[in-house]
């Protein structure tokens, strides 16, 4: 078997995508291994579960740093762990092109909507609001323009009758557990032959 493919997962809360990868991590034959959880906020409670797993973890300020110092801490913590692959995982921060040209073709993100649709915040409210019969999620690859790198993996959920943006965002985040571990396992298997 291949060794696994370190990987840094990038959260700003809860961290619910970062534990979904964690758990499927937790398999010996999963062809990841997540060894560095980062954030732009100290207070994220996601980081307590990283710390709960054995995983280590990279809290830095992002407000009090400022971009450029907190994206040089950042790279340098990443690269400092051997990280190969960047998962974005409900991280809110949009990060520099210079950042993102450094580690081209090594993230990814999770975006809760059917790319190229809905590209930024309040997704499912905006799906919503345009009557659309479907939803979704995608896991793409980092880009510097926001929410417009190539398409790994989606997944759909229907629209009902009734949904407001809670009922729906719940749907879709359930996809999202399931999607992500798996594109990175696809990738991970890719990058590692």
């Known amino acids: 078997m291949s060794p696994r493919l370190p990987v840094g997962v990038l959260i700003s809360g809860r961290g619910s995508n970062m534990s979904a990868l964690l758990e499927a991590a937790a398999a010996p034959d999963y062809p990841a291994c997540i060894v560095l959880v980062g954030t732009d906020r100290p207070d994220a409670a996601g980081l307590a579960h990283a710390r709960d797993a054995g995983v ?23 690269r400092a762990r051997g990280v190969e692959l960047i998962c974005l995982a409900g991280f809110m921060r949009i990060l520099s092109a210079d950042f993102v040209e450094r580690w081209r073709g090594r993230a990814l993100n999770i975006h809760p909507s059917l790319l190229p649709a809905y590209k930024g915040l309040d997704t499912h409210a905006r799906a919503l609001a345009d009557g ?4 979704g999620c995608t896991v793409h690859w980092v880009t510097p323009e926001l929410d417009s790198g190539g398409i790994v993996a989606q997944a759909r959920v229907p629209v009902k009758p009734g949904d407001d943006p809670t009922s729906l965002a719940a749907r879709v985040l359930e996809q999202e557990h399931a999607l992500y571990p798996r594109a990175l396992a696809h990738i991970a298997r890719a990058l590692n032959r």
């Open 56 to 78: 280590a973890t990279l809290a830095l300020d992002a407000r009090a740093l400022g971009r450029t110092a907190f994206e040089a801490a950042l790279d340098s913590g990443l």
């Open 132 to 135: 659309v019969a479907e939803h």
